[in-house]
Structures are given as C-alpha cells and as structure tokens.
Nanobody
Framework: QVQLVESGGGLVQAGGSLRVSCAAS????????MGWFRQAPGKEREFVAA????????NYADSVKGRFTISRDNAKNTVYLQMNSLKPEDTAVYYC?????????????????WGQGTQVTISS
C-alpha cells in the first residue's frame, strides 16, 4: 500500500510555469511506476505523463510533449511534474498515481493508487 499526496497547484497566467509534486508514503517508493493524470470539468480523467521505477523511462501525452517534464527523487519519495508554457486548456485537477509494474502505462486502469488531486488553473 502506498499513500500519495499532491501539492503545488495554483493559479498561473498562460505562458507561465508551475511545478506540482507528489509525496509518497508507505511501501518502497522506488518499486512503483508513477504517473500524472488530469481531469478538467465535464471531461474524463486523462493521462499526462509517467516515469519508471528508476526514472530511466518516461512517457508523455502528445498534448504536453515538449512542455511538461516528469521526474522523481527516490530518496525523497517524491515525483514532480514541471509544467512550462502553460495554456488555458491545461486547467484541471492533477492527480498522482502509482502502479507496482515497471512499465510507463498511460491508462488509468493500470494504476492501483491515487492521490486526492491538486487544482491547476491557467488564466488567459
């Protein structure tokens, strides 16, 4: 079992940057692939990015490639999502997720554990 707590959300102007974090507690953090998903009002939760156990493999949604960077610090049990060149359409609740498998899945159903989410709002 692993518990996930997101932080760092907020209100940013379009074109700006923001970094959200996810702190994990419980079992060995380095044994989980970590993912970020987001859900805008009235829309399905969608994949944003994922990173493997060691950080050696990453996966991104096409909509964020080149703008967002996922990283992790296993010593701090934390995964980050650095978001640059933000757009109003990036506005959503951002969720951290974890899975026991060392594969950078992009499907919600492949993740076992979820945080409560952090709100990111981009103003135009």
């Amino acid at each position: 079992q692993v518990q996930l707590v997101e932080s760092g959300g907020g209100l940013v102007q379009a074109g700006g940057s923001l970094r959200v974090s996810c702190a994990a507690s419980g079992r060995t953090f380095s044994g989980y692939t970590m993912g970020w998903f987001r859900q805008a009002p009235g829309k399905e939760r969608e994949f944003v990015a994922a990173i493997s156990w060691s950080g050696g493999s990453t996966n991104y949604a096409d909509s964020v490639k080149g703008r967002f960077t996922i990283s992790r610090d296993n010593a701090k049990n934390t995964v980050y999502l650095q978001m640059n060149s933000l757009k109003p359409e990036d506005t959503a609740v951002y969720y951290c997720a974890a899975t026991n498998y060392n594969t950078v899945y992009d499907t919600r159903a492949d993740y076992n554990y979820w945080g409560q989410g952090t709100q990111v709002t981009i103003s135009s």
